[in-house]
């Protein structure tokens, strides 16, 4: 069985998300993370021999840079949502069903001080190749290339980012209500918050990214709902209305009415307290075709110890 579109945008990049994260080691070491989720029916570079390159900066002044190592299996891992029959029939193994391959790559860096406004940033470099967003999205103009932005405060505490549990694998289908939620877990206990943010537009050189960067530039082509624009915020065309995000758990819920190749981008904020102990940030893109086969839905009931307090909601 297949629950996925029966077709994905064949000209689609290489690279449909990526995930920046890092982990708090020993003193001010951290350990960099970099996933980068595959398109495999794309003939582009080999991520296999990729090593992105993370630039360090302390507020708006460069103090460093370090290329990641891939992590085995170097030929990545498949993580196509679908049946386990129909795991040899996708892309990856030379078929047709869309397929996606998890490549990550990891290094460590120490450091020199501790501060309030460690950035670390992924510029876009891949090492021989760039990390290019697809030519075919629709809800932002021209071609530009990725750039994440995670932050850390390490004058008083130790900080992990996040881990994402749920890849960006968002395949939906065309006038059929769709949920997402990447189902972030924190290895510190901190309170998360998830917003939607604006993509960002790379720099080559680690040296000129300074205080900012440019940012992508969202479409007029066409609205989210009547008189809503699409915007980083309500980045996806959906039927009037029928649109929502949830700042607690970064769930988004939609009713998309377009076929559409949207650009979505988490930025995740961690409190310990009252205190913003860093953040970090995820891209993906957002797939809406018609489906060959309607997905399957479930229904909450019969609770034990406990009540049902909304469509999707126990306590």
């Not at 995670?150 to 949920?179: G, I």
Request: glycine content about 10%; hydrophobic content about 35%.
């Amino acid at each position: 069985c297949t629950v996925l579109l029966s077709a994905l945008v064949s000209n689609a990049n290489h690279i449909v998300g990526m995930d920046l994260s890092y982990a708090w080691v020993s003193g001010n070491t951290y350990r960099i993370t970099l996933v980068a989720y595959g398109d495999c029916g794309v003939a582009t570079p080999d991520l296999s021999v990729a090593s992105p390159q993370i630039c360090i900066y302390n507020g708006a002044t460069s103090v460093g840079n370090i290329n990641l190592t891939i992590v085995p299996p170097t030929a990545g891992t498949e993580i196509t949502p679908v049946c386990p029959a129909s795991i040899g029939s996708t892309t990856c193994s030379g078929g047709t069903i869309p397929g996606v391959r998890r490549y990550v790559y990891s290094g460590t860096y120490t450091l020199p001080t501790t501060s309030r406004n460690w950035r670390f940033i992924f510029n876009g470099s891949m090492s021989g190749s760039s990390a290019g967003r697809a030519s075919t999205i629709t809800n932002t103009t021209g071609v530009t290339v990725m750039q994440l932005i995670d932050s850390l405060d390490n004058r008083f505490v130790n900080n992990s980012s996040p881990v994402l549990t749920v890849p960006p694998t968002p395949y939906f289908c065309l006038n059929n209500p769709n949920t997402y939620n990447p189902g972030g877990v924190d290895p510190d206990g901190d309170s998360l918050v998830f917003t939607l943010v604006r993509g960002r537009v790379a720099s080559s050189n680690c040296g000129n990214i300074g205080t900012g960067s440019s940012q992508v530039n969202y479409t007029s082509a066409f609205e989210a709902w009547p008189g809503t624009p699409i915007s980083a915020t309500t980045p996806l065309r959906v039927a009037t209305g029928d649109f929502s995000f949830n700042s607690t758990n970064g769930q988004v819920n939609f009713n998309p009415n377009f076929n559409q190749v949207a650009l979505v981008v988490y930025n995740i904020k961690e409190y310990r307290g009252d205190s913003v102990v860093g953040t970090s940030q995820r891209e993906m893109t957002f797939l809406v075709q018609p489906c060959t086969v309607t997905p399957p839905t479930g229904v909450i009931s019969s609770p034990v110890n406990g009540a049902i307090t909304g469509p999707t909601s126990f306590q």
